[in-house]
């Protein structure tokens, strides 16, 4: 079935350093891919997205590619910061189908120390 | 900026009975939504809501579950009655009919 299959953390880095958290899915149609951000106490935030094939999106420092040859939608930053801290949830919709529902990993938690 | 409120924040109930949870989208989406995160779990698909009926729900959605917009603000997910597996976190979200969803921040429902 239609799933998406995220790293599992918790993870926690030193600020400054490389993120990259992995995203695969699996779906029957041709989805488009979402990271959501959830901050400490708040709800779920839209981060980032991309609806086609190679799209890259991104926001706030924070990339990521739409693979649809490898089913990826891998999350990177270059450079993280303390206020990155929060759990990151990879999710999809499908387009066709009339679906409206979003499917999502587990979330990562990220903890960035100064 | 517009975004979707909920309430409560937290809510405590007994096994068996019946709770609701409130929720207000951005004043002009049309298509709203429910899903919940047990703790430790993925945030999964409850149902959604357009044009003033369900359009699509998942398994978790049985009879014990409605949902509402009373008024031309507000939009209601009942639990008729509780179990303990219903503890988790409860999220509402809006859209316009594009593909992105606002979420709004949560409600925590603990059953005892």
């Known amino acids: 079935g239609d799933s998406v299959t995220q790293m599992e953390g918790p993870v926690t880095l030193s600020e400054e350093a490389f993120l990259t958290i992995n995203c695969t899915y699996t779906a029957t149609g041709y989805p488009s891919l979402f990271w959501y951000v959830q901050y400490p106490g708040e709800g779920l935030q839209l981060l980032l997205k991309?609806?086609?094939?190679?799209d890259k999106g991104s926001n706030k420092g924070f990339e990521a590619t739409y693979r649809k040859e490898t089913t990826s939608f891998h999350l990177e930053k270059g450079s993280v910061q303390v206020s990155d801290s929060a759990v990151y949830f990879c999710?999809?919709?499908?387009?066709?189908?009339?679906?409206?529902?979003?499917?999502f990993g587990k979330g990562m938690k990220l903890t960035v120390n100064p | 900026e517009p975004e979707v409120t909920q309430t409560p924040s937290h809510q405590v109930t007994q096994m068996g009975q019946e709770v609701i949870l409130r929720c207000v989208p951005i004043?002009?989406?049309?298509?709203f939504y429910w899903y919940r995160q047990i703790l430790g779990q993925k945030v999964e698909f409850l149902v959604s809501f357009y044009n003033n009926e369900i359009s699509e729900k998942s398994e978790i959605f049985d009879d014990q579950f409605s949902v509402e917009r009373p008024d031309g603000s507000n939009f209601t997910l009942k639990i008729r009655s509780t179990k303990l597996e219903d503890s988790a976190m409860y999220f509402c979200?809006?859209?316009?009919?594009?593909?992105?969803?606002?979420f709004g921040p949560g409600t925590r429902l603990l059953v005892l």
């Open positions: 979200a809006s859209g316009s009919g594009g593909k992105t969803q606002y």
């Open positions: 991309a609806t086609k094939a190679d």
């Open positions: 004043s002009n989406h049309l298509y």
């Open positions: 999710a999809f919709r499908l387009t066709q189908g009339g679906s409206e529902k979003l499917v």
